[in-house]
C-alpha cells in the first residue's frame, strides 16, 4: 500500500533537502570536465606539435580513458559528501524522532536514501559527461567507439561511487558525530591498505632477513589478499597498471578490468553490511561516539595500536642514527599515549573523559608492549626461520652484487613484457633441486645472523678504530637472498648476510655458484631466452668500445652453444681470481633498430677460460683478446680518487675532475699504463667478489685530441706504476 | 488501545523506564505526568515505534510498533524538540506530513493555520518554540491519525492557545475516534482536558486511574479537635497520604470516599473539618511523595 509511491516520494524528499549537493557537485565536475576538456583541446589545436597524440586520442584513449583514475578521486569525495548528508540525520536524535516515528520501514528509509546518495551523483554526472560528449560532436571529434568509452567512463566511475559511498554510508551508520563519521570513512576506506604498509614498515624494520624480491611484491601486499580489502586498496589496484615499468612505446593505460568485478562485488558487500548495520542501529545510538557500545573497544585498539606503531616508526626514521630503539620506543610510548588520549577524548567530546577507560588503556598498553617485545626479541622465531627440506619443493638463490644484470622478461601474469632486477629474475624463475649446498648455506646464515652495522657517518670517523674495526669484519660480509618455495605452494623470501671470508660459507656459495640449475635460473639467455632467435651480437673487450656481428643461423647455433656451455662451466673461484676480457649482448631481430632495450639481457661478460667462444667470435670478425696498439692512443688522463681510500667504492661522477687529473703523453709512461690497466664495466658486475681492481685511479684514454670518457680503467691492484704514485 | 506490559528500556546502565504496564483506553485523553526523568518521553518514543522496548510488550491495537509501518500510520509523535526540514515553510512540511500520512487533510490544515495567524509560506526556522509547537498539533491532528502522542507539547503555548489546541482536540474527539496522549509536567492544564492519568516516577508507574475516580478517592481535609487523645485516634483511622500541623489545625491529604472519611472524623465531634479540593498538581505530589520525592527533602 505504502511501499512502492511512498518509497519513490522519499526520494523525491531526499533529493529536494540535498539539492545544494548536485549544485556543489556541478561547479566541480564542470571544471574538472568541460573546462579541463576544452583547455586541453585548446591547446592541441594551437600547439599540435607539442602533443604526441592527436584530438581524437585524447578524447577516446586519454579523456575517457585514462582520465578516469583522476576523476576517480574527485568521484570518491563526492561519495563521501553524498554519505555523511543523507545519512547523519541518525546522529541527531530531534532528526530521529521524527524519521522513526513515520509510518515507514527501516529498511525503506535505508534505500531511499541510498538511492536519491547515488542519484545525486550520477544525474549531474552524467549531465556534465553529456556536454562533454556534445563538445565531441562539434569538434567532429565523435566516433562509435565514442559512445563505448563515455560507457565505460560513466560505468566504472559508478562503480567506484558506490563502493566508496557504501564504505562511507556504513560509517555514518557505525558512529555518532560526524567528525567520527568522516575519521570512520577514511579508516574504513584505506585501514586494510594503512596496516599493509604498517607491517611491512614493522618487518622491514625488525626483522634484517625481510625482504621482498617482486618488483610488484610490494604493490601485491599492499592489494591484495586480506590486506587489499579496502576501498582504497581495490582502487590502486584498478588503476595500477602492472606494465608501469616497461619499457614500450607510449600509451593511455585505462585500467584493468579484471579488477572491476572485485570493486562490483565489494560495493555490494558493503552495501549489504551496512544495511544490516542501518537495521540494527539503535535510536538512542544518536550522539553516541560509536553506535555499537560493544564494538568501541575494538575500534580503539585497532586504531591506537597501529598508531603508536606508525610513531615509532615516525622517530624511529627521524632520528635514525641516534639509538634507533631508544627513539622507536619513545615514539611507540609517546605515540600511544597521545592516540589512546586523543581517541578518548574524540569518542567522548570531553577532555576529562581521557581516563574513563583505565582497564582498555592498560589492555591496549600491554598489546602494544607484548608486540613490540615480540618484534624486537623475533619471538616468533622470524629472522632464524629455515624450512625443513621436506617443506621445500625448490630453491632460488641470488648471489647479490654478483653479475646483477637487469633484464626485461615476459611476465604472462601481466601478460607482457616487464622490466625487472637480477634478484627478482631468480627469485622468480630459479628452481634449485638436489643441491644440499642451497639449505646448509640458508641455516647457517640464519644461525649467524650476521647483519651490517650502521653508522652515523661524520668527518673524522675513519680515525674511530671501533668504525675501522667493524668497516674491516664486514669487508667480507657479503647479502644473499632465498626463495623457498614450499609444497603447499607458498614462497618465503629471506635475504641474509654472509660472511666469504669464512671457509665454510664460501665452499658452500661456490656449490651454489657452479650449479648449473643456479646459472639457468639467474640469466633469461640460458632460461627462457634459450630458443630464441638472437641474429646479433654486440662484443666489447677491453679497449674496443663495441663491434656488432650480424649472424646466420649457423653461426648463432655455434656462439650460443658454445657461450652456453662455458658459462656453464663457469666457477665462482674463476670469476674471483681471473679477470674478464670483454662482453657479449645478444639481441633479437625484433629489437634490432634500437639497442638500448632490446636484448633479454644486459651485457654478459668473456672471460679467457671461454676458449670456444673466443675463437668462434676470431671467427666471426672480432678478437676479443685485441691489444690496442700504442699509436691509437695519444694520451692518458689519471685522476686521483681523494674519497675513495676505502677500495670497492665506486664513482659517480661523469666528468672529469681536471685538478686533480694528470695527463701522460710519454710513449712509455702510456705503454706501462696500458699494461695495467682494466676496463670498468668489466668490474663492476663482479667488483663484491673480486680484488684485482684498485679503485683510487680513474684512468681515461685520450685518442689524438679527444679524452674518451666512455669508459673508465682502474689500475690492476699492486700494479700501479711508480711514476703514478710519485707524481701525486 | 494501547498496552504497555512491563516495559524496560536501558540507556547503557541507566534504567530510563523500570516495568511499567499501562493501558490507554480508545477515545480517552491520557495525561502521562512525572518526575523529571520518570521516563515520559522514553515511553512515547517507544509507544510510537522510535526506541525498541529492551523487555516487555507495546501494542498498540493489539499490534507491535518497533517496524510496523501499518502501525504506526495511526500515530502521530509530537517530539519536545520538534524538527522540520530545514528553510520548509509549514505549506511544505504538510506536504511533508501527506507524504506519510495518506488520510493527511490538506483543506482542514490550510483551515487551521489561518485560524492560528499561521503564515503559510513563511519558513518554520524563523518561527518561535510556541508557534512551531502550534504547528506540530496542527500537523497531527490534519494527519487524522487514530493515536497522537504530545511530549511537552503544552508548555510553550500562550494560555489563549492551550485553550485553542484544547478546543481542537475537542472537536477532534467529539468528531472521530481520537486519542491523545500528553505527557507534560503542566498538570494544570492537563487537569482540565484529561480523562486518565498516569503518574511516571523513576522509571515505573505510581499509579493509573481516570481523574475522577483519582479525585473521588484522594481528598485534602482540614480539621481540628478538641483534645490530643481524639486527634490520635482519628489519624490512626484514617488513610493518610500526608499530613500537617499548623498550630491545633490538621491539614491532611487523605484516600477514600469524601463521606466516609467526613463521618470518621464527625464521629469525634471536631471543632473544626472541611474538605478542600485537591489539585492534580496536589495528587502528584502527594503520590510521589509518599515514594521519597518529597519537596521539603529538595527545597530544604
Known amino acids: ?728 | 488501545m494501547i498496552t504497555a506490559t512491563n516495559v524496560r528500556k536501558y540507556f547503557g546502565n541507566i534504567v530510563a523506564v523500570d516495568d511499567i504496564s499501562v493501558t490507554i483506553k480508545e477515545g480517552e485523553v491520557f495525561g502521562l505526568i512525572g518526575t523529571n526523568g520518570a521516563g515520559k518521553s522514553t515511553f512515547l518514543r517507544m509507544a510510537c515505534g522510535v526506541l525498541k522496548p529492551d523487555s516487555g510488550t507495546i501494542l498498540v491495537d493489539e499490534n507491535p510498533v518497533y517496524e510496523y509501518p501499518r502501525v504506526k500510520a495511526n500515530i502521530f509523535y509530537i517530539p519536545d524538540d520538534q524538527y522540520f526540514m530545514p528553510n520548509a515553510t509549514p505549506v511544505e512540511a504538510a506536504q511533508f506530513y501527506k507524504d506519510y500520512y495518506t488520510a493527511f487533510d490538506m483543506n482542514k490544515f490550510h483551515k487551521l493555520i489561518g485560524k492560528f495567524q499561521l503564515e503559510p509560506r513563511r519558513k518554520i526556522n524563523t518561527f518561535s518554540k510556541g508557534m512551531k509547537k502550534q504547528l506540530s498539533v496542527l500537523l497531527g491532528v490534519c494527519s487524522k491519525t487514530k493515536y497522537m502522542f504530545c511530549d511537552e507539547t503544552f508548555d510553550g503555548l500562550d494560555p489563549v492557545m492551550r485553550q485553542a489546541v484544547k478546543s481542537i482536540f475537542a472537536g477532534e474527539l467529539a468528531e472521530r475516534n481520537f486519542t491523545p496522549v500528553i505527557a507534560s509536567h503542566n498538570l494544570r492544564e492537563l487537569e482540565d482536558i484529561c480523562d486518565c492519568i498516569g503518574i511516571l516516577h523513576q522509571g515505573g508507574v505510581l499509579m493509573q486511574k481516570d481523574l475522577e475516580e483519582m479525585k473521588l478517592n484522594i481528598h485534602n481535609i482540614q480539621c481540628a479537635f478538641r483534645n490530643k487523645e481524639d486527634e490520635e485516634i482519628v489519624l490512626n483511622m484514617l488513610d493518610i497520604v500526608k499530613s500537617e500541623k499548623r498550630g491545633t489545625l490538621n491539614v491532611m491529604t487523605v484516600r477514600g470516599k469524601k463521606d466516609e472519611i467526613m463521618d470518621k472524623i464527625r464521629s469525634f465531634s471536631p471543632i473544626f473539618a472541611e474538605i478542600l479540593p485537591l489539585t492534580l498538581e496536589e495528587i502528584f505530589i502527594s503520590e510521589t511523595e509518599v515514594v521519597g520525592y518529597d519537596i521539603k527533602k529538595i527545597i530544604f
Open chain 1, 1 to 728: 500500500m505504502i511501499s512502492k509511491k511512498l518509497f519513490f516520494k522519499l526520494i523525491k524528499q531526499d533529493l529536494k533537502k540535498r539539492i545544494w549537493c548536485p549544485l556543489i557537485f556541478s561547479i566541480v565536475y564542470f571544471l574538472v570536465l568541460e573546462v579541463n576538456m576544452l583547455r586541453v583541446i585548446e591547446n592541441i589545436t594551437a600547439f599540435p606539435n607539442r602533443y604526441t597524440y592527436t584530438i581524437s586520442t585524447y578524447i577516446n584513449d586519454y579523456f575517457f580513458g585514462t582520465y578516469i583514475a583522476a576523476i576517480a578521486i574527485v568521484v570518491c569525495f563526492t561519495a563521501f559528501v553524498c554519505a555523511i548528508s543523507g545519512f547523519s540525520y541518525l546522529h541527531s536524535k530531534v532528526q530521529l524522532d521524527i524519521y522513526h516515528s513515520l509510518p515507514v520501514s527501516r529498511s525503506q528509509l535505508f534505500w531511499s536514501r541510498y538511492v536519491s546518495g547515488i542519484l545525486l551523483f550520477l544525474i549531474p554526472f552524467v549531465v556534465h559527461v553529456l556536454i562533454c560528449a556534445g563538445i565531441v560532436i562539434a569538434r567532429g571529434e565523435f566516433y562509435t567507439n565514442t559512445i563505448v568509452a563515455i560507457l565505460n567512463y560513466v560505468g566504472v566511475e559508478l562503480i567506484i561511487f558506490v563502493l566508496t559511498y557504501s564504505v562511507s554510508v556504513l560509517a555514518v551508520i557505525l558512529t555518532g558525530y560526524i567528525i567520527l563519521s568522516i575519521l570512520g570513512s577514511i579508516i574504513l576506506f584505506s585501514y586494510s591498505f594503512i596496516i599493509a604498509v604498517l607491517v611491512n614498515a614493522l618487518f622491514d624494520r625488525f626483522f634484517h632477513t625481510f625482504a621482498l624480491y617482486y618488483a610488484s611484491s610490494a604493490e601485491y601486499i599492499l592489494t591484495d589478499g586480506i590486506l587489499g580489502i579496502s576501498p582504497l586498496a581495490m582502487i590502486k589496484r584498478l588503476f595500477t597498471d602492472p606494465n608501469e615499468t616497461i619499457i614500450a612505446d607510449e600509451r593511455f593505460y585505462k585500467y584493468n578490468p579484471d579488477c572491476i568485478w572485485v570493486l562490483v562485488v565489494a560495493a555490494i558487500v558493503y552495501t549489504v553490511i551496512a544495511y544490516i548495520a542501518y537495521l540494527k542501529r539503535a535510536s538512542e545510538a544518536a550522539g553516541k561516539a560509536i553506535a555499537f557500545s560493544a564494538a568501541e573497544p575494538v575500534i580503539k585498539t585497532l586504531i591506537v595500536i597501529p598508531a603508536a606503531f606508525f610513531s615509532g616508526i615516525f622517530f624511529n626514521l627521524l632520528l635514525i642514527n641516534n639509538n634507533p630503539d631508544g627513539w622507536f620506543m619513545f615514539g611507540l610510548v609517546f605515540g600511544y599515549i597521545i592516540f589512546a588520549c586523543l581517541i578518548e577524548i574524540i569518542f567522548r567530546m570531553d577532555i576529562r573523559g581521557i581516563w574513563m577507560h583505565k582497564k582498555q588503556f592498560v589492555f591496549n598498553a600491554i598489546c602494544t608492549a607484548l608486540m613490540f617485545i615480540i618484534l624486537k626479541n623475533d619471538v616468533l622465531g622470524y629472522n632464524t626461520y629455515v624450512p625443513a627440506d621436506s617443506q621445500i619443493q625448490s630453491c632460488a638463490v641470488s648471489i647479490e652484487s654478483l653479475m646483477p644484470l637487469e633484464y626485461i622478461v615476459d611476465l604472462p601474469e601481466y601478460k607482457g613484457v616487464y622490466y625487472v632486477s637480477a634478484n627478482e629474475y631468480r627469485m622468480r624463475t630459479m628452481e634449485m633441486q638436489g643441491n644440499p649446498s642451497v639449505m646448509e648455506l640458508a641455516r647457517l646464515a640464519a644461525k649467524n645472523g650476521l647483519r651490517y652495522t650502521q653508522y652515523h657517518y661524520y668527518d673524522g670517523i675513519e680515525q674511530d678504530p671501533e668504525y675501522c674495526a667493524t668497516m674491516e669484519r664486514e669487508q667480507s660480509y657479503r647479502g644473499i637472498s632465498f626463495a623457498y618455495k614450499l609444497k603447499d605452494g607458498k614462497t618465503v623470501y629471506r635475504r641474509y648476510v654472509i660472511d666469504i671470508a669464512d671457509t665454510n660459507t664460501l665452499k658452500l656459495l661456490m656449490n651454489i655458484f657452479n650449479d648449473p640449475s643456479y646459472k639457468i635460473g639467474s640469466i633469461p639467455l640460458f632460461g627462457d631466452g634459450w630458443d630464441k632467435e638472437y641474429n646479433i651480437v654486440i662484443c666489447t673487450n677491453n679497449w674496443d668500445t663495441s663491434t656488432t656481428i650480424e649472424l646466420s643461423a649457423k653461426q648463432r647455433s655455434a656462439l650460443l652453444d658454445a657461450y652456453q656451455s662455458e658459462y656453464m662451466a663457469l666457477t665462482l673461484r674463476t670469476v674471483m681470481d681471473t679477470c674478464p676480457i670483454g662482453t657479449v649482448r645478444f639481441l633479437c631481430d625484433r629489437n634490432s633498430t634500437d639497442t638500448m632495450y632490446n636484448s633479454d639481457t644486459d651485457t654478459m661478460l668473456v672471460y679467457p677460460q671461454f676458449e670456444k667462444t673466443i675463437a668462434l667470435l676470431k671467427e666471426y670478425g672480432f678478437d676479443m683478446e685485441a691489444t690496442i696498439h700504442l699509436d691509437e692512443v695519444s694520451g692518458i688522463c689519471v685522476t686521483k680518487n681523494e674519497n675513495r681510500a676505502v677500495a670497492g667504492q665506486s664513482s659517480t661522477e661523469t666528468t672529469i675532475p681536471e685538478d686533480l687529473t694528470i695527463e701522460y703523453t710519454d710513449k712509455e709512461e702510456i705503454q706501462q699504463i696500458l699494461n695495467c690497466i682494466l676496463r670498468g664495466d668489466l668490474y663492476w658486475p663482479i667488483q663484491n667478489y673480486t680484488n684485482f681492481y684498485d679503485t683510487r685511479y680513474d684512468v681515461y684514454l685520450k685518442h689524438e685530441d679527444y679524452v674518451s670518457d666512455l669508459y673508465k680503467y682502474y689500475f690492476k691492484i699492486g700494479e700501479i706504476p711508480e711514476f703514478i704514485v710519485s707524481d701525486e
